[in-house]
């Protein structure tokens, strides 16, 4: 049997479009049969961000694109729009703008614990539809313990950081591959694939994978 194609994911568990992806990719993956081993890696979209963002995600996107409150409120809109086409129902009436060094932190301590698809999703969830706060490590332990990592564990490994290296290990593999934006997916060490794109699209993709394996 033909071993499981690799796909490797850059993002970050604030980007709206990363949840929208990862709901297209699962959708792309189902549809083509193949089977896939999924790993995270981290992304920074803001790093300078304070961990208590003094405003609303609108206030954000005004100040970084320098747009109008109208402009801002748009981009909303329809990112909700799109999510909403996937089934996922954002409340960006109660998102809390913050720094996600420690999600990522988190993020890969699951991965020690084989626990790393489970909290990612875990923790999209609680940013966008549940109005969480990702950027504080109490809360961050709660959501590790969701999915049956130990919490204290958790709250110790943020608390010393000891997977703050690995961050920056992703982050600085991010910048070497030339990576930009995220989502941002990479197909067996070969092929990388930008965007939220349709399921349709990440099926073709690991379809072709596949075959050039057996070819």
């Known amino acids: 049997m033909t071993a499981a194609i690799k796909v490797d994911i850059w993002s970050d ?6 949840y929208i992806g990862k709901r297209k990719f699962e959708q792309g993956a189902a549809q083509s049969g193949v089977e896939v081993e ?3 890696h981290s992304f920074e979209l803001a790093p300078d961000t304070p961990v208590d963002f003094e405003g609303t995600p609108v206030d954000y996107l005004r100040a ?6 109208e402009q801002a409120q748009a981009m909303v809109d329809r990112v909700v ?9 954002y409340d960006y009436d109660h998102i809390h703008q913050t720094n996600t060094v420690l999600a990522h932190e988190l993020l890969h301590y699951a991965k020690s614990r084989g626990r790393q698809l489970e909290l990612k999703e875990r923790l999209l969830r609680a940013y966008f539809v549940e109005g969480r706060h990702i950027g504080r490590a109490d809360e961050l332990a ?5 999915v049956g990592l130990d919490p204290v564990e958790a709250a110790e490994a943020l608390a010393d950081h000891r997977f703050l290296a690995d961050v920056k290990n992703d982050v600085a593999q991010a910048a070497a591959y030339g990576i930009t934006g995220v989502p941002f997916f990479v197909f067996d060490g070969r092929y ?20 050039e394996r057996v070819a």
């Open 13 to 18: 568990v604030q980007c709206p479009w990363c």
């Open 38 to 40: 999924v790993e995270y």
């Open 64 to 69: 970084k694109y320098r747009t109008s409150p």
């Open 81 to 89: 729009g799109i999510a909403a086409q996937v089934g996922l129902d």
């Open 142 to 146: 709660a959501l590790a313990g969701d």
């Open 192 to 211: 990388g694939v930008s965007g939220a794109q349709d399921a349709a699209s990440f099926a073709q993709v690991l379809t072709q994978v596949a075959a």
